[in-house]
């Protein structure tokens, strides 16, 4: 079982987090790189789905990241950014379906629309329906998604954790690269046990514009075994 621990978010990423949420409202607000993106199979594996974008957006992003010295490993924080395009994508793709289940339904949720889903494999929810109902049109790509920086994706040249801290590299401000450590403590309610595997975080921001950031740990129940007696398990 995986849970996840909320964690403050260090104040020297924020400006890392605020360029890359303003260049994918960017890239996603101009409508030929995001023709570029339609393009794309958004069925494809993360690493190929990648790939195909960075030869089709790259110049305006990855390549342009690099000689502006925005990064201190522009390609890897380019295959963050490319996931989260991916993740919105392929989210299209799935709204795209059930928009047009409904249809084919007379925009009603009967119990014969259901079953068509569950036989095609199309994910529903009753919040994605009800929204959906209201749609006059196929859904499209948004303009300005919330973005979500996630380490991940980012390799270890960039960001590692050792044990529970979490390491990762930002250019100075004369261009140098630095490695900066950045601590997860857990609090004792947060079941975190010691020595469990934790992921290297990710962060973003709420509705209100508070940063935050989460990470996800194992965590395995003590189970007991023996007999019931008194209800106390022995």
Request: one cysteine or more; charged letters at 25%.
């Amino acid at each position: 079982m995986k849970l996840s621990y909320k964690i403050d978010f260090p104040d020297n990423l924020k400006a890392t987090y605020e360029f890359l949420q303003a260049e994918l409202n960017r890239v996603l607000s101009d409508n030929n790189l995001k023709a570029k993106i339609l393009s794309i199979d958004s069925k494809l594996l993360s690493g190929k789905y990648w790939k195909d974008l960075r030869n089709l957006i790259g110049k305006e992003t990855q390549y342009k990241w690099k000689k502006d010295s925005r990064f201190p490993s522009p390609s890897w924080y380019f295959c963050a950014f490319a996931e989260q395009i991916r993740q919105i994508h392929a989210s299209q793709r799935e709204q795209i379906a059930l928009y047009n289940a409904l249809q084919k339904f007379g925009n009603r949720d009967t119990v014969a629309f259901y079953q068509y889903c569950i036989d095609n494999g199309i994910p529903f929810s009753k919040a994605k329906i009800k929204n959906l109902k209201q749609c006059k049109s196929a859904p499209e790509l948004p303009n300005n998604p919330r973005f979500v920086l996630d380490f991940a994706f980012i390799n270890t040249q960039a960001a590692k954790m050792d044990n529970l801290i979490f390491n990762y590299a930002i250019l100075d401000e004369n261009k140098k690269t630095i490695w900066c450590k950045f601590p997860i403590v857990f609090h004792r309610s947060s079941k975190y046990q010691l020595g469990s595997r934790v992921s290297k975080p990710r962060f973003s921001k709420d509705s209100d514009g508070n940063y935050y950031g989460v990470v996800t740990f194992d965590f395995e129940e003590n189970q007991t075994h023996g007999q019931n007696i008194g209800a106390i398990d022995l």
